[in-house]
């Protein structure tokens, strides 16, 4: 479960970098988009998904 868990981490990290690279390109403005909030969103459900692996226990 903890190796799931991790990957889905990985992944929500992966999108943090997308939006933000969209937002540090000018998408943002283009398309009208808040980029930036949904990169700031992904970091902090990464930071939750991280307490969350920490807490379980290691095989």
Not at 42 to 49: D, E, H, I, M, S
Request: proline fraction near 2%; avoid cysteine.
């Amino acid at each position: 479960m903890r190796r799931v868990k991790f990957y889905r981490l990985f992944q929500v990290l992966q999108w943090h970098v997308v939006a933000l690279q969209k937002h540090l390109n000018g998408q943002s403005e283009k398309l009208l988009i808040d980029f930036k909030k949904y990169s700031d969103n992904y970091l902090a459900f990464a930071a939750y998904l991280a307490t969350k692996i920490k807490a379980l226990p290691i095989k």
